[in-house]
């Protein structure tokens, strides 16, 4: 029995010098490791720009380190970007109900006003207590059940009143004419109306001089009944119809062009850069020509393997274009906003190529031509090569 009390209390031991010694080394690692690059704000920037048409689309809620927001919002200023679109979830602040955390939203906005650079804040992902029932295999982070329509109020309130002169435009959800957006529900032009109607007065007693944009529709020709979602005009019909136009002060939109040129021509059965003009149309008829457009996500895709990607070069043809048709014919746009500046994290798959810049910060050709564009660089200083300065 002793030999046997011995030999435990032996590999008692030998385990505990281990475990020492790994403490050890793990503390020695994190002094000679290099730390995260700290950051500070600095002198607070102007974004030089001579087309303030230019928008990015960012995804920096999803950063760890703080020094990623603040390299892309730098290079969203040299790019010539004004403003950006980002997403703000309500189930990242209010996670418990009534318990706020801001710090990540907070980041955000003090480097991007250091940048000099504006957001347009999209709210939306409802939080596990004012879902349905979170035992239910069919309850999503998309699934805001009608009843929890006024705690979604109270927090787009509380978010345009902490942030009122820093973050006035706000978009109030994402692309409901798609069930998967809407819950894996049928979608409901009528439901996402009275949704409006629940934000409106709220956040503009909040914010007396908040933009509430109403949400853009995804891109689809889905017929009414469709399980998966329903045409975006025949969606924005439905808004009309209900009454909608009463609860948003202007109307966000996503318009990609797929493999079409931007120049391709609008049409009811046609998916292109130039169907917002078909949305544009609705507005007209139901005498809302007055409500100002932000085109919030728009793009190309030159991913080799997509079937609906076009080549790199095509992708920044199509752009340029896209932005030259905005600024001399649409003059009832606001923003154009491209999808996606950068990902914190590469995807592995076709999106990766929507991105202007690389998850490790390389910036691609896509990058420079806008920045040509949007800065005004004369074509001597090339779209493929960086301006003098940045090599």
């Known amino acids: 029995m002793r030999s046997i009390a011995r030999r435990g209390a032996d590999g008692f031991r030998r385990r505990w010098r281990w475990c020492v010694r790994g403490v050890v080394l793990w503390l020695l ?50 790019m010539g970007a004004d403003t950006i679109v980002e997403f703000f979830p309500w189930a990242y602040v209010e996670n418990d109900e ?28 409802v939080p596990a207590w004012a879902r349905p029932d979170t035992d239910d295999e069919f309850s999503t982070l998309n699934t805001l059940p009608e009843e929890s329509y006024p705690d979604f109020a109270e927090f787009v309130a509380d978010f345009a009143g902490r942030y ?111 169907r917002a003009e078909m949305l544009r149309q609705v507005m007209e008829r139901y005498g809302d020509a007055e409500t100002p457009v932000f085109i919030t996500e728009t793009g190309w895709n030159d991913n080799p393997r997509w079937t609906k990607a076009v080549t790199p070069s095509q992708r920044i043809a199509y752009t340029l274009d896209a932005f ?34 690389t998850t490790d910060f390389q910036l691609k050709p896509i990058y420079y031509a806008v920045q040509t564009y949007a800065r005004g660089f004369t074509t001597d200083e090339s779209l493929w090569l960086p301006p003098p300065g940045d090599q």
């Open 324 to 357: 030259e048709i905005a600024e001399l014919e649409w003059d009832w746009m606001e923003k154009l906003c491209l999808w996606v500046f950068r990902y914190p994290a590469p995807t592995f798959n076709y999106p990766d190529n929507f991105t202007l810049v």
């Open 29 to 78: 690692l994190g002094t000679l490791l290099p730390a995260a690059p700290r950051a500070p704000l600095g002198e607070p920037q102007t974004v030089e720009t001579d087309h303030p048409l230019v928008c990015l689309h960012t995804r920096l809620i999803e950063e760890v380190d703080e020094w990623k927001i603040q390299r892309s919002l730098q290079l969203a200023r040299e």
């Open 164 to 274: 009122a002169g820093v973050i006035d435009h706000l978009i109030i959800w994402n692309e409901p004419n798609l069930a998967f957006e809407w819950g894996y529900r049928q979608v409901d032009p009528e439901g996402y109306v009275r949704l409006l109607q629940a934000v409106y007065d709220a956040a503009h007693a909040a914010n007396p001089n908040v933009v509430i944009l109403a949400a853009p529709l995804a891109p689809t020709l889905e017929p009414p009944g469709s399980a998966a979602g329903l045409n975006d005009l025949l969606y924005l019909e439905a808004i009309y119809e209900a009454g909608g136009a009463a609860y948003f002060d202007g109307l966000a939109m996503h318009t990609y062009g797929f493999t079409e040129p931007a120049a391709a021509p609008a049409s009811e059965t046609a998916l292109n850069f130039r």
């Open 98 to 125: 009534d318990q706020y955390n801001w710090s990540n939203v907070d980041r955000i906005v003090a480097h991007a006003r250091n940048q000099g650079i504006h957001i347009i804040a999209r709210m939306g992902l």
